[in-house]
């Protein structure tokens, strides 16, 4: 039985479901991408596995319009931190702290980063622009 927040595998669930905020494997530049659109505001967030070490994640937080990145270690107990001096048993507790108090951080963690997952394609002499609600003809 898995606590709520706890990881299985590489799955980021909460009381059985998966989480808004968990991205998986994306890259850096691509979870910049995704927290710089419109949609989303100041503070929005997602957690990604690390592309550098091996079960670790990584933060990404919009702030204005930049995006940092936090690299967020695990404990061999299996809790995590961004700073030593806080641990957390689940993801879901760091991702609840963070979400009350900065806590060094550049901004409190707001609304997990909106997932837009339309594809686009080029027909004939029309280009069809990707947009939150569908295809639109440019």
């Not at 995590?80 to 507790?93: E, G, K, M, N």
């Not at 609840?96 to 980063?113: F, I, Q, T």
């Amino acid at each position: 039985m898995t606590r709520p927040g706890q990881h299985v595998g590489r799955q980021i669930t909460r009381d059985s479901v998966a989480v808004l905020w968990y991205f998986g494997r994306i890259k850096r530049i691509e979870a910049e991408k995704k927290l710089l659109l419109p949609e989303n505001e100041h503070g929005a967030f997602l957690i990604r596995d690390s592309e550098s070490r091996r079960n670790d994640y990584s933060l990404s937080v919009r702030d204005g319009d930049t995006v940092k990145h936090y690299r967020i270690r695990q404990l061999d107990d299996g809790g995590f931190f961004i700073a030593r001096r806080t641990t957390f048993r689940t993801l879901q507790d760091l991702v609840e702290h963070y979400s009350n108090d900065a806590d060094g951080l550049c901004v409190n963690l707001r609304k997990p980063c909106i997932q837009v997952s339309v594809s686009c394609s080029v027909r004939f002499m029309g280009v069809l622009r990707c947009l939150p609600w569908g295809l639109v003809c440019v």
